[in-house]
């Protein structure tokens, strides 16, 4: 698998390429707030990108997909219906924090829990993690033992529920029901900060040791 993490923006999203080394086919997950990197890295790595897939939609991870859009005509925009109001709110978000955020295209395609995403011979499969959003999704390669969270989980801390849609509940059983059995090794690459393991943070983080 290749990967590439590019954080982006005043909030330094982390946007994801992750492509197949065979056919070099990628997706790119989330955009950040404005997308800027992302394009020139895939043309870098010798890519196509086949999806963007979104794993929630606000304003830090979706404002730039307008950008994407232009870049890559035609591939398509793939997340939850759950958050399809945060796209349609995205530069009104953008105001709040004083931040110019593009309006960005709708979702094309709506996953479901448990789908299978492929980017070439990559599969990665949609789990479903609400809590700091009402579409939060996450995105499991386990050939890789590699899963993309978004904002459900970080290194040492998840994901903020003081927002339109969240709830601190609904998170924490997302977190333990549908991350944790993913098993102790899998390397957590998050919507912001560094990666963490499954391990790591049932063992110590402190939202979550047991």
Do not use: W
Request: hydrophobic share 40%; with cysteine.
């Amino acid at each position: 698998m290749i990967l590439e993490t590019i954080p982006i923006g005043m909030f330094q999203s982390n946007a994801y390429i992750v492509g197949d080394e065979t056919t070099r086919a990628c997706a790119i997950i989330d955009s950040g707030e404005d997308g800027r990197g992302i394009e020139a890295a895939v043309h870098r790595l010798g890519l196509t990108p086949q999806m963007l897939l979104v794993t929630h939609g606000h304003l830090d991870h979706v404002g730039g997909l307008a950008r994407l859009r232009r870049a890559f005509p035609g591939v398509p925009i793939v997340g939850s219906a759950a958050d399809r109001s945060f796209f349609e709110t995205a530069a009104q978000q953008g105001l709040m924090f004083g931040v110019r955020v593009e309006a960005p295209p709708p979702i094309d395609r709506e996953l479901s829990d448990g789908e299978i995403v492929r980017i070439g011979s990559l599969e990665l499969r949609t789990i479903f993690t609400p809590g700091h959003s009402p579409g939060g999704v996450s995105f499991h390669c386990e050939a890789e033992k590699a899963v993309f969270v978004g904002d459900a989980l970080f290194a040492g801390s998840i994901g903020r529920t003081d927002l339109p849609g969240g709830d601190y509940g609904t998170l924490i059983a997302s977190i333990r029901s549908r991350l944790f059995p993913l098993g102790d090794d899998v390397v957590v690459y998050s919507g912001h900060g560094p990666e963490t393991t499954i391990g790591d943070e049932r063992e110590t983080n402190p939202f979550l040791a047991e």
